[in-house]
Structures are given as structure tokens and as C-alpha cells.
Nanobody, 124 residues
Framework: QVQLVESGGGLVQAGGSLRLSCAASGRTFSRPFMAWFRQAPGKEREFVAGITWIGGSSYGDSVKGRFTISRDNAKNTVWLQMNGLKPEDTAVYYC??????????????????WGHGTQVTVSS
């Protein structure tokens, strides 16, 4: 009942920046907790950042201090600003939602809806 579509991925050099967006549609009245995950080939899907309905944020250890998550509920959009990118940030980035809306989580099983993913590639 909630559809998520990511955009903004691309190829960037180490030290550069990208801004990902996640557009939500469908039944968005549930006030979902939103998050970004990423998955590199052969690796587990990893929590990147999460944000509550009212804007409280949390980050994975590997991105803390470099990435910033934000949202505009009126626009049904979530962003991930990525600064100081490193080659190890290379992955497919997924937007995810917990529905109905609930508190913060970084466990894969807690998220009901997922976007299709957008590729981020960081080169030296």
C-alpha cells in the first residue's frame, strides 16, 4: 500500500557528494518510519540511516558524520545527503518503510516496503 521509488544515484569520485531521494506514494497516512539501507555485491543489506515521522534521525556507524537523512512529509519525500564518499560506500541504496508507522529500527525484518534501489558507485 506504500510505493517507494529511489533516485539520484550515480558514479562519483572519492570525496564527492550525492543526494538521493525517495518518493513515497500510495497509502502514506500510516506515518511510517523511513530508512535507507545499502547492499554491495555478496554482502548483507546494511542499515544506513533512519528517520521518524517527526524528524528524529539515526545512522549506521560507518556513515555517521558524513551522511544526513531528512524528510518532508507534505511532499512524501525522504532524502539522503551523502558527503565525503568513500569507495566502500559503493552499493545499491534502498529506501524502506515500516508500515504502519512505528518507532526507530534498523532491523531488516521490521521494514514492510522497499524501493527498487539506486546504484551508487564511488571510485578513487
Amino acid at each position: 500500500q506504500v510505493q517507494l521509488v529511489e533516485s539520484g544515484g550515480g558514479l562519483v569520485q572519492a570525496g564527492g557528494s550525492l543526494r538521493l531521494s525517495c518518493a513515497a506514494s500510495g497509502r502514506t497516512f500510516s506515518r511510517p518510519f523511513m530508512a535507507w539501507f545499502r547492499q554491495a555485491p555478496g554482502k548483507e543489506r546494511e542499515f544506513v540511516a533512519g528517520i521518524t515521522w517527526i524528524g528524529g534521525s539515526s545512522y549506521g556507524d560507518s556513515v555517521k558524520g558524513r551522511f544526513t537523512i531528512s524528510r518532508d512529509n507534505a511532499k512524501n519525500t525522504v532524502w539522503l545527503q551523502m558527503n565525503g564518499l568513500k569507495p566502500e560506500d559503493t552499493a545499491v541504496y534502498y529506501c524502506a518503510a515500516r508500515t504502519p508507522g512505528s518507532g526507530p529500527s534498523r532491523a531488516l525484518a521490521d521494514f514492510t516496503f522497499w524501493g527498487h534501489g539506486t546504484q551508487v558507485t564511488v571510485s578513487s
